[in-house]
């Protein structure tokens, strides 16, 4: 499914593809798996429509600003900045879904 399906407030969103002769400088530092990203937004956002929390939506906002700048600035790297905002917004959804769960 398509991300701009997912979250129409991101616009479309498209990830800079590599060609073979970028993919060495690449490797020097693990890329961000986007697939990951977009399917912890999709978690995220369906938990928020369940119950409105302060903090789901600050750390979704701070994924998605760094995600759009990446779009925004591929000559520039966000990828510390994205896995950072991904593991907390991970952390918060794995918490709200063991409160669910409890």
Known sequence: MEARLLFPFLGSMSFPSYGKESIMPTLAHLAVDMSHVTEILEVAH??????????????????????????????????HSIRKAFADLTMLVNNQLKGELA
């Not at 938990?47 to 600035?73: A, C, F, P, T, W």
């Open 46 to 79: 369906k938990i928020l429509r369940r119950n409105r929390d302060h903090d789901l939506v600050q750390k979704i906002m701070i994924l998605q600003g760094y995600v759009e700048l990446s779009r925004m600035n591929p000559e520039r790297s966000y990828d």
